[in-house]
């Protein structure tokens, strides 16, 4: 089904469909929902105390729509210390900076920073830390800005070298 970019999404009216038990019994809630995440590697439970989902008030079967996938990434986020969407998104406003020029600076694709702010994809720890590292030091986004940070590990070595002699 192909629509216009002027027409707007129908969305089925409550009662719905419920796919487990096959009664029109699905209705919008508010409800404790546990999940687990699979993050680096790892499978991590995540709770959501107040969840807004459809749920079937026959079964009780929830099944998270997009919203509440949302909040469940959200409430992961969170729970992990990682930066939010909105924090990342805030930051990157308050230094005026559009999402083009961040993920050239942080040498990631522009479409990843964009995940990362619409809650599309969990930024790994590593980017997480420089997002943070580059939102809390002036001179850290100098020196990203001017691409001289390859600068950086030779300097460092050349120290360290001489130190050691």
């Given at each position: 089904m192909?629509?216009?970019?002027?027409e707007?999404p129908?969305?089925?009216p409550?009662?719905?469909?419920?796919p487990?038990c096959?009664?029109r019994?699905?209705?919008?809630?508010?409800?404790?929902y546990?999940?687990?995440?699979?993050?680096?590697?790892k499978i991590?439970?995540?709770?959501?105390k107040r969840l807004?989902t459809?749920?079937?008030?026959?079964?009780q079967?929830?099944?998270?729509d997009?919203?509440?996938?949302?909040q469940?990434?959200?409430e992961?986020l969170?729970q992990?210390?990682?930066?939010t969407p909105?924090?990342?998104?805030?930051?990157?406003?308050?230094?005026?900076?559009?999402?083009?020029?961040?993920?050239?600076?942080?040498?990631?694709?522009?479409?990843?920073l964009?995940r990362?702010?619409?809650?599309?994809?969990?930024?790994?720890?590593?980017?997480?830390?420089?997002?943070?590292?580059?939102?809390a030091?002036?001179e850290?986004?100098r020196?990203?800005?001017?691409?001289?940070?390859?600068?950086l590990?030779?300097?460092?070595d050349?120290?360290l070298?001489?130190?050691?002699a």
């Amino acid at each position: 089904m192909h629509m216009s970019k002027n027409e707007i999404p129908k969305i089925k009216p409550f009662p719905r469909l419920c796919p487990s038990c096959r009664e029109r019994a699905v209705y919008p809630t508010v409800a404790r929902y546990a999940t687990k995440i699979a993050y680096e590697g790892k499978i991590y439970p995540v709770v959501v105390k107040r969840l807004k989902t459809p749920r079937c008030r026959r079964c009780q079967y929830i099944f998270p729509d997009l919203d509440a996938h949302d909040q469940i990434t959200i409430e992961f986020l969170r729970q992990m210390n990682l930066l939010t969407p909105d924090e990342i998104r805030s930051r990157r406003e308050a230094l005026n900076l559009t999402q083009k020029q961040l993920a050239s600076y942080l040498g990631i694709a522009e479409a990843t920073l964009s995940r990362w702010e619409t809650a599309g994809q969990i930024q790994q720890r590593s980017l997480d830390n420089l997002l943070r590292i580059f939102f809390a030091f002036p001179e850290v986004r100098r020196k990203l800005m001017k691409k001289q940070v390859a600068k950086l590990g030779l300097v460092a070595d050349k120290e360290l070298v001489g130190a050691s002699a």
